[in-house]
């Protein structure tokens, strides 16, 4: 069998998630195995056991997963013994999946109050490196619904008008779109969030497309930041042109506090400031229309 190393798209993780698919994790098992044997517990295999924890917490196998995140989550700190978190992009992804997986399990054995308090913990612990968002949405999913929305004032932002301050928009229900420049989905998203504020901004809908910087542009070419500026106004004007009258901050922060690792993320916060929703990833209509009729 042949393996390679420093792909995140390698025979390995491509077999693994194979059989994960299929709630095979025994032959996932003698997968990793056999390939630790040979090359040891380098980034690949850790971001593979990683999968496996991630696996079994979607089939609801918590012991499973509690089992396998606490491999990934050793391997992990193993490695970064001799190396920064973010030197490369595999460890990232697998210690952030193993914390995940800790806290969602815990909050799944009814847990909830702990598991905050271990994300709360884990993101102090890793401040300042690219899984603070992970673990920001982790704590969210479990704890922002009810409590009052972070603020989205930002000293940046996209488009030609500085955004109103965000305490302007109490006594508003306020639908937030988390978009990133290089994201297919908020593109084939933002017709649909343009129709549906046709649609509601008669009866007090108004929306907030935070977005922020990557370090990069098309083709993944390193950017300073003012160059990527101009292309994400680009890409605004190309895909989001009908989104245009919504303010449009450019904030690290904010996308942080509201642990936008993966876009789009959506929140809907009501004419009080509470956050009522919050959902990483995509949404259809009838979810987007089920949450905004609460709302409103």
């Given at each position: 069998?042949?393996?390679?190393?420093?792909?995140?798209?390698?025979?390995?993780?491509?077999?693994?998630?194979?059989?994960?698919?299929?709630?095979?994790?025994?032959?996932?098992?003698?997968?990793?195995?056999?390939?630790?044997?040979?090359?040891?517990?380098?980034?690949?295999?850790?971001?593979?056991?990683?999968?496996?924890?991630?696996?079994?917490?979607?089939?609801?196998?918590?012991?499973?997963?509690?089992?396998?995140?606490?491999?990934?989550?050793?391997?992990?700190?193993?490695?970064?013994?001799?190396?920064?978190?973010?030197?490369?992009?595999?460890?990232?992804?697998?210690?952030?999946?193993?914390?995940?997986?800790?806290?969602?399990?815990?909050?799944?054995?009814?847990?909830?109050?702990?598991?905050?308090?271990?994300?709360?913990?884990?993101?102090?612990?890793?401040?300042?490196?690219?899984?603070?968002?992970?673990?920001?949405k982790n704590i969210n999913l479990?704890?922002?619904?009810?409590?009052?929305?972070?603020?989205?004032?930002?000293?940046?932002?996209?488009?030609?008008?500085?955004?109103?301050?965000?305490?302007?928009?109490?006594?508003?229900?306020?639908?937030?779109?988390?978009?990133?420049?290089w994201c297919p989905d908020c593109?084939?998203l933002s017709p649909l969030l343009?129709?549906?504020?046709?649609?509601?901004?008669?009866?007090?809908?108004?929306?907030?497309?935070?977005?922020?910087?990557?370090?990069?542009?098309?083709?993944?070419?390193?950017?300073?930041?003012?160059?990527?500026?101009?292309?994400?106004?680009?890409?605004?004007?190309?895909?989001?042109?009908?989104?245009?009258?919504?303010?449009?901050?450019?904030?690290?922060?904010?996308?942080?506090?509201?642990?936008?690792?993966?876009?789009?993320?959506?929140?809907?916060?009501?004419?009080?400031?509470?956050?009522?929703?919050?959902?990483?990833?995509?949404?259809?209509?009838?979810?987007?229309?089920?949450?905004?009729?609460?709302?409103?």
């Amino acid at each position: 069998m042949l393996f390679t190393t420093g792909n995140a798209q390698t025979p390995l993780l491509d077999q693994v998630r194979a059989s994960n698919s299929k709630g095979d994790f025994a032959t996932a098992d003698r997968l990793i195995d056999n390939y630790r044997q040979r090359f040891g517990a380098n980034p690949e295999v850790t971001l593979a056991m990683s999968w496996q924890a991630r696996g079994a917490l979607v089939l609801g196998k918590l012991e499973l997963a509690e089992s396998y995140a606490d491999k990934a989550r050793d391997w992990s700190l193993q490695q970064l013994k001799s190396r920064k978190l973010d030197a490369e992009t595999m460890v990232p992804l697998a210690l952030g999946a193993s914390i995940e997986v800790h806290g969602q399990v815990m909050a799944r054995r009814g847990e909830i109050s702990s598991a905050v308090g271990y994300l709360e913990t884990e993101r102090r612990k890793y401040a300042g490196t690219s899984i603070v968002e992970r673990i920001a949405k982790n704590i969210n999913l479990l704890s922002l619904k009810g409590k009052r929305a972070p603020s989205l004032d930002a000293t940046d932002w996209i488009g030609r008008t500085k955004p109103p301050a965000w305490a302007t928009y109490r006594g508003k229900p306020v639908l937030v779109f988390f978009w990133a420049h290089w994201c297919p989905d908020c593109k084939e998203l933002s017709p649909l969030l343009a129709n549906l504020m046709r649609r509601y901004s008669s009866r007090g809908l108004t929306m907030v497309a935070p977005t922020r910087y990557y370090g990069y542009i098309e083709g993944g070419a390193d950017a300073p930041r003012p160059a990527e500026k101009a292309y994400i106004g680009q890409i605004r004007d190309r895909y989001y042109a009908p989104l245009a009258s919504a303010a449009s901050p450019l904030s690290n922060t904010i996308f942080e506090t509201y642990g936008c690792s993966s876009t789009p993320t959506l929140a809907l916060i009501d004419k009080q400031g509470i956050v009522r929703w919050y959902h990483p990833g995509t949404a259809t209509e009838a979810e987007l229309i089920r949450e905004i009729e609460a709302v409103l």
